[in-house]
């Protein structure tokens, strides 16, 4: 019969050390949380940073984005073609995150796709978006998001022209322009 008070021990043990450990483990879990950073590239850095994420609530948003904004941004919307201020926009510059200012596109591979909405070929660098693949409205799409703050960008398909053959497809409402001298 001694195999009962062993287990007995080894539970308690066990209680123990959870007890003790709980607490720290929370605490170190929700510093981890508050710091978590990502690698972004820098138009005015010229290079890679680590930027912290960007994380708000729905008041907090509302507060911050027009309404236009909040719903393309946060609800997924998109706005009509042909309606938003970038469609025809053509001045050199950095298009970056309406919701947290990330860097995202630049004017140089900016093209005419003809669709009404803001075009690209490319983003900023491969770390600047974040693709997620989207299956709503009965199509297979890929979702394009700021990797900063979560935002709905638009979508990207691979109908584009060279040299990458994609097409970033975006919302003006989700885009803020920034002129840049001329190089
Ligand atoms: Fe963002």
């Known amino acids: 019969m001694k195999i009962i008070p062993d287990v007995i021990w080894i539970l308690l043990g066990v209680v123990i050390f959870l ?3 709980m607490p720290g ?3 170190r879990a929700e510093a981890v ?4 950073q990502i690698k972004v590239y820098s138009v005015e850095k010229k290079g890679y940073v680590m930027s912290e994420i960007v994380s708000k609530t729905k008041e907090e948003w509302k507060k911050t984005l027009t309404k236009e904004q909040y719903h393309i941004l946060r609800e997924k919307g998109t706005e009509p073609a042909f309606s938003g201020k970038y469609a025809n926009h053509h001045e050199q510059g950095v298009y ?5 200012g990330l860097d995202l596109f630049r004017s140089e591979d900016k093209f005419e796709s003809g669709t009404g ?5 490319a983003p900023i660098a491969a770390e600047n978006v974040r693709n997620q693949a989207d299956n709503s409205l009965f199509m297979r799409r890929t ?3 700021c990797p900063r703050c979560g935002g709905h960008l638009g979508h990207v398909f691979d ?3 060279k040299p990458t053959g994609q097409r970033y497809c975006m919302n003006s409402a989700a885009l803020q322009f920034a002129a840049l001298p001329k190089k």
Do not use: K, N
């Open 19 to 21: 007890i003790v450990m």
């Open 25 to 27: 483990y929370h605490q």
């Open 33 to 36: 949380q508050r710091a978590a």
């Open 96 to 100: 970056r995150c309406a919701g947290c």
């Open 117 to 121: 909405w803001p075009s690209f070929t």
């Open 143 to 145: 979702e394009v998001l």
């Open 159 to 161: 109908d584009g022209p």
